[in-house]
């Protein structure tokens, strides 16, 4: 009986071992594409834009910060791709929804929407235009 409860013993960590890495590759997956995102120049465009921005700071106050996830797609192939991404700002007075929707062309972005929604008042900034 002994030898039984070993063999489950086995199992178990084996079993948890597995469930640990899959866990582990999930995580290292996921932190590498929001690293992708937050490094494509879509995003890195639009969070200086809001965190200059005189109505947003005005709403959310400074410093402007971005949350953790983002979610969308940056695709790039030479020369060419698009973006349509989507994350959280914050500051220490609210928050806000930036959404940015870009063509790359030629090696150069040309931005489509790059807007703002502030929470409090559901105010949508448009952060192309000039504050």
Known sequence: MASNNRTFAIIGCGCLGLIAIVVVSVLTLGYGLFSLLKGSEPYQESLARVQNHPAAIAAMGTPIEPGFFVTGNVNLENQAGDADISYQVSGPNGEAEISVAAE????????????????????????????
Not at 119 to 128: H, M, Q
């Open 104 to 131: 790359r062309a030629g090696g150069k972005w040309e931005y489509r929407t790059m807007t703002a929604t502030l929470g409090s008042s559901g105010e949508i900034l448009d952060l192309l235009a000039s504050p």
